[in-house]
């Protein structure tokens, strides 16, 4: 196959996408590895005449990343396609969750609102702990919160879900409703995304679920921010005031 004069990848923006985003293994392979060490990413997009400059460490793209994703508005659900135009020099164009490419204004990187009543509005306001089991492997069934049937991109005509590691891989997996526990559950795939993700029994998962309620919905491993600690701390919070309970007794 010939390879294209200007190869490109593209990557869908998940929660803790500022912090870096990762070179998929072939494109880095095919055309990143062996390049002039230490050489930053020219990021460039029709949005200015700006030149950002962006540093690689591996495969990820870190410092310098940030300020590109601030200047341009992007958000979580936005998918943005990269263009190697050879000597580290990369356009990039973001398209909003509408799978539309995203306006902006100029000379003001600002995106138009033409596209922002297209765009379906995510909820990203339900995170929740789950905890790897001898059981819930065995059974390839894992239980969500009750309280996640207040979460608006959850319901219960919802057939299947995405499970999303922290480097944006994602496993599909079943998604149900049991009507005797009232609560959500993920099966047929949840043994594979603990297997393909090394888990042990007595891991934990911040899981942040990103929806609109009409399309599959995202569960995505969250990354280090505040209400993902909030969670944890409650979590061992209750184990350790048990553990306190028990010695007393």
């Known amino acids: 196959m010939e390879t294209p004069r200007e190869p490109h990848f593209f990557k869908p923006l998940f929660p803790g ?5 990762a070179i998929p293994l072939d ?11 230490n050489k930053p990413w020219k990021l ?10 962006v540093i690689q460490e591996g495969r990820t793209l870190t410092k310098g990343w940030k300020e590109f994703t601030e200047a341009h508005d992007l958000r979580i659900g936005d998918i943005v396609i990269f ?5 580290m020099v990369v356009h990039v164009t973001p398209f909003g969750p509408s799978c539309c490419e995203i306006q902006y204004t100029h000379p003001h990187i600002v995106k138009a609102e033409a596209d922002a009543d297209d765009a379906p509005t995510f909820s990203y306001d339900y995170c929740f702990l789950a905890e790897v089991t001898p059981t819930n492997q065995k059974d390839d069934k ?9 979460c608006g991109a959850l319901n219960q005509q919802c057939k299947e879900v995405k499970l999303v590691n ?12 049991s009507e005797s526990d009232g609560a959500y559950y993920i099966n047929r795939g949840w ?3 603990c297997r393909d993700n090394i888990c042990t029994n007595g891991d934990l998962f911040v899981f942040n679920v990103v929806g ?17 600690t909030e969670l944890l701390i409650k979590h061992f919070s209750r184990i350790d005031g048990s553990i306190a309970s028990t010695s007393r007794n």
Request: one cysteine or more; aromatic letters at 12%.
């Open 17 to 21: 996408f500022q912090s870096g985003v």
């Open 27 to 37: 494109f880095y392979a095919k055309h990143i590895q062996g390049a002039e060490i």
């Open 44 to 53: 460039r997009s029709d949005a200015s005449d700006q030149i950002w400059e």
């Open 83 to 87: 263009k190697h135009e050879g000597d």
């Open 142 to 150: 894992m239980f969500l919160p009750v309280e996640a049937m207040r």
């Open 166 to 177: 922290k480097e944006g891989k994602s496993w599909t997996a079943r998604f149900g409703f």
């Open 191 to 193: 043994r594979k995304f």
């Open 212 to 228: 609109v309620g009409t399309t599959t919905p995202l569960l995505c491993v969250c990354p280090e921010r505040k209400e993902c």
